[in-house]
């Protein structure tokens, strides 16, 4: 079955990094355009990032732009997210979501706190 497993979320210091991976099972991952999405308690679910199906091409939110970088190994197939000079905003849960051909799968999601 399908399966998208997040990790490598924590607790870090307003200004670290954290990188977080994504392991996708079931499905032809290569195939499938990739997402970071992550809700802050309280609130919506927010965009953070995209990528395309051969990494060719990446997409940022601003409130992320510069800070944070998607990548993906399609051999390993598996979604990364690094994040850098972290900030308290960007403590949320963060899911994994891949989209193509009709379908939308979600991972369970990864913590990410940010606090001294």
């Known amino acids: 079955q399908v399966q998208l497993v997040e990790s490598g979320g924590g607790l870090v210091q307003p200004g670290g990094s954290l990188r977080l991976s994504c392991a996708a099972s079931?499905?032809?991952?290569?195939?499938?355009?990739m997402s970071w999405v992550r809700q802050a308690p309280g609130n919506g679910l927010e965009w953070v990032s995209s990528?395309?199906?051969?990494?060719?091409?990446?997409y940022y939110a601003d409130s992320v732009k510069g800070r944070f970088t998607i990548s993906r190994d399609n051999a390993k197939n598996t979604l990364y997210l690094q994040m850098n000079s972290l900030e308290s905003e960007d403590t949320a849960v963060y899911y994994c979501?891949?989209?193509?051909?009709?379908?939308?799968?979600w991972g369970q999601g990864t913590q990410v706190t940010v606090s001294s």
């Open positions: 079931g499905f032809t991952f290569s195939s499938y355009y």
């Open positions: 990528i395309y199906r051969d990494g060719s091409n990446t």
């Open positions: 979501r891949a989209a193509g051909w009709g379908y939308e799968y």
